[in-house]
């Protein structure tokens, strides 16, 4: 979690909190050690966020303060309902999660005026059929492509033939009906689309790629358009 989420976190809970709440408390809550939230307090109580409180007793939030509220239009927060739900449809548990959280803060912070459309908008948003993944896993995944990690995987096309592959995971294509994970193949020597439920087993590798400034992506997204219905040869 980066330090400005976890310092949001912290004025949330303090907010919320019936009773003064210890470092320990939080540090257990956010998974980091009660060191690092008496660091937090102290750097939110210089930027003049009024917590109360001290090492031992607890920490409490002032009566009256809020955060600033965020400026969206109807649309804007229309819109915000309408990506959270899509995210559901993409059957990656984590990022779900992730969703679910920006969902809740901005909630939290919005204006009264405009809570409602959020929380209850007059919108359907279809589920899906994506077939979950079961041989890999999808938050590590991402963290593959952000880390420029390759992984191994075995893959099974639509005949049921496996192989086993080196690929470097590029990007992710999500569509209604399945997820793709795009990546530069070893095996072929060129780009590939792999659709995440053929993938049996995988493991993330030491092994690191270099994704040149971008090239590699740029060169997958110029290829002719997406067919998640082609398995990769």
Known sequence: MRRSDRLFDIIQRLRVAQKPTTAAML???LEVTPRTIYRDIAALQARRVPIDGEA?????????????????TADEVEAIAVGARMVQRLRDPRLQEAADSVFAKVTTVLPESLRASLVNPPIF?????AVPAQGIDMAELRAAIRDSRKLHIVYADEQGRRTNRTIWPIAMAYYVDVTLVGAWCELRADYRNFRVERILS????????????????AEWSALPKLRPDQPPS
Do not use: C, H, T, W
């Not at 995988?202 to 994704?211: H, I, K, M, P, T």
């Open 27 to 29: 540090a257990a809550a």
């Open 56 to 72: 031992g007793v607890g920490y409490i939030l002032r009566k009256g303060f809020d955060l600033p509220p965020l400026m969206f």
């Open 125 to 129: 948003v279809s589920p899906g059929d």
């Open 202 to 217: 995988s493991r993330v590798l030491d092994e690191q790629f270099d994704q040149d400034n971008g090239r590699l992506f």
